[in-house]
């Protein structure tokens, strides 16, 4: 019966995704979504398997939720207790974390935190009450099932209408995947941290240096990025020279399409899935405007592009006017490919990806040092093995409320180590919240900031913070270690909370990569410099040799993740929480 339930759930889906109108619709606040492969309802079977694929031209071998990448849609109601069967059918222990859910901690799904994990051939059930809605996502967390398909959308429907109006809603999951092994993956990166970066510096590039900067300034910044043994060209440590890009599910050789009529409002619900790469995202010819980040309202912003961190959710509305074909295109953050689907009135008729933008080179703002020290000979930059300091190109002064803030609470000390794990260390790091970040700084286009959010509610009333922690994402890029304040999660003690109080959670990144930072079961409350409308997330992108504060009320009992959700950092860069 319960084989027989799933099959009839998928057939019911591939109905619905081609739905505008029904009469269960009519009753509900919110649209039909238009995917296909989408279940409904309060209770769930899923399956974990191996599926044969070919997604890059190669077969290949995926672990899979229901024989699908991605997984399933799952779609919930507010307020419904909500009951999921999941059965490892791997060889290996297996594990659905769904994140971004406030539940019980029983029901989080880390192995070696809240559970055992589920082991080969059995079932673990789930069950909690919703109590929020919006578009989330799950994942295994167990090992590197999810960089190998293991992973799908959440959409939860909401209580009340929402404060703005759509006729057809996508869920738009982006996501990366290799034929390689992603142990194997690892291993190289462990040898050789740049293994996957082909945009190195040659003769060509100084060639260009020179004509752009003079003889003089080109051979002054590459003589420093040598003696600090660091790339400016080091975005991202997993490439499109091993990945091919995703949506849905599918490569750009079967694209993804959503059907509109003219005039129509359009919610597309934007899921970075991937393990390891950020996206940057615009539709050509359309406006589009951010309604949600990470599930959460917000008040609307027009934008014509945003950056999408790993685990990070934003929901956006576009109203074609004309009839045609539109590119949701989704370039990496370093340039190395891009996925396209089409926003489109006919499904035969599809979009043309435009150009990808020029590969970005990182600059002195990404080493979060203080330019203006630095003209003054004061050098504060980041201190490097190699003894050499970088500037920061401005001080940022704008940022004084956030100076600010840093004196207002008692800072509780956290054991910190210096040695192999932490090769660079910033010593004048910025708050950065209007930078979109390298690739898109000089953009024509209106790209999204962390700035630019604000919760749509008031949040005037929240209570302030009783203490802060400070934390450090440390790193030593030779040798591929990642860590917290130094100190790699096996030879950490867990972080203490209290039930019951607010805490202002400040990190420091000491290295050149961004790290999504992700706390499960507790929402983060991020500082934009606007305390009537801190902006609710449940992943925050911390970027390169930046800082960055959030608050977090601590209303949740039990044993909680921490960690980057970058998946081959995740292994050193991660913390139990413990709250009592």
């Known amino acids: 019966m319960q084989r027989r339930t799933f099959v009839k759930g998928i057939a019911a889906s591939s109905l619905l995704g081609f739905m505008t ?125 999810e960089q190998t398909g293991l992973y799908g959308a959440i959409v939860i429907l909401p209580k009340r209408k929402e404060p703005f109006s759509y006729d057809r809603d996508y869920v738009v999951q982006l996501s990366d995947w290799s034929d390689e092994n992603p142990n194997n993956i690892y291993k190289k990166l462990k040898q050789m941290s740049d293994y996957y970066n082909f945009s190195k510096r040659t003769v060509g590039t100084f060639i260009d240096e020179v004509k752009k900067k003079g003889m003089r ?87 014509d592009e945003f950056r999408i961190g790993v685990a990070e959710t934003y929901d956006v509305i576009v ?41 970005p080179v990182l600059s002195m703002v990404d080493m979060g ?7 003054m000979g004061k050098g504060k930059g980041m201190k490097c093995s190699s003894g050499m300091n970088m500037p920061h190109k401005k001080s940022m002064k704008k940022y004084k409320w956030q100076a600010m803030e840093d004196q207002k609470y008692p800072i509780t000390p956290l054991p910190m180590a210096r040695g192999v794990q932490t090769t660079m260390v910033a010593m004048s790091p910025k708050y950065r919240l209007d930078d979109p970040g390298a690739g898109l700084r000089h953009s024509k286009r209106k790209v999204l900031t962390y700035a630019d959010l604000k919760n749509r509610y008031s949040t005037k009333h929240d209570k302030k913070p009783d203490r802060e922690i400070v934390l450090h994402l440390t790193g030593n890029m030779d040798r591929y270690m990642w860590s917290i304040n130094g100190i790699k999660y096996t030879d950490s003690q867990p972080l203490q909370f209290h039930y019951g109080e607010r805490l202002r959670i400040t990190f420091i990144n000491d290295t050149m990569m961004n790290h999504p930072m992700h706390l499960h079961g507790l929402w983060s409350d991020l500082e934009t410099g606007d305390d009537n409308h801190l902006v609710r997330k ?35 860069m991660f913390r139990k929480v413990v709250v009592a």
């Open 21 to 145: 109108s029904t009469a269960a619709e009519a009753k509900s606040p919110a649209k039909t979504i238009n995917n296909s492969n989408i279940l409904k309802g309060k209770e769930f079977f899923l399956e974990i398997n191996y599926t044969k694929v070919n997604l890059s031209g190669d077969n290949a071998i995926a672990t899979t939720v229901n024989g699908q990448i991605a997984g399933p849609t799952l779609v919930w109601q507010e307020g419904d207790t909500i009951t999921l069967h999941v059965t490892n059918k791997l060889k290996k222990s297996s594990s659905i974390h769904w994140h971004g859910i406030i539940l019980p901690y029983q029901m989080d799904g880390v192995p070696g935190i809240t559970f055992d994990g589920i082991a080969p051939g059995e079932t673990f059930t789930y069950t909690f009450k919703v109590r929020q809605h919006g578009t989330y996502w799950y994942h295994s967390h167990s090992g590197f099932q």
């Open 217 to 303: 300034k080109a051979f002054e910044d590459r003589k420093m990025w040598n003696q600090m043994r660091m790339s400016d060209r080091d975005i991202a440590d997993v490439t499109g020279y091993t990945y091919t890009y995703l949506m849905n599910g599918q490569p750009n050789s079967k694209q993804f399409t959503a059907l509109f009529k003219k005039g129509e409002k359009i919610r597309l619900r934007f899921i970075n899935s991937a393990a390891m790469t950020f996206f940057d995202v615009r539709i050509p010819g359309l406006k589009m405007t951010v309604v949600a980040a990470d599930g959460n309202h917000i008040k609307p912003i027009n934008v």
């Open 319 to 359: 109203q074609p006017k004309t009839n045609r074909a539109y590119a949701l295109f989704a370039q990496s953050m370093e340039r190395s490919g891009y996925v396209v689907g089409s926003l489109t009135t006919d499904a035969s008729y599809l979009a043309t990806a435009p150009k990808m933008d020029a590969k």
């Open 369 to 375: 040092m203080d330019m203006g020290a630095m003209k």
């Open 538 to 572: 449940h992943t925050v992108i911390v970027q390169p040799g930046s800082k960055i504060s959030y608050r977090v009320t601590v209303d949740a009992k039990g044993y909680w993740a921490y960690h980057c959700h970058m998946l081959y950092h995740m292994g050193g």
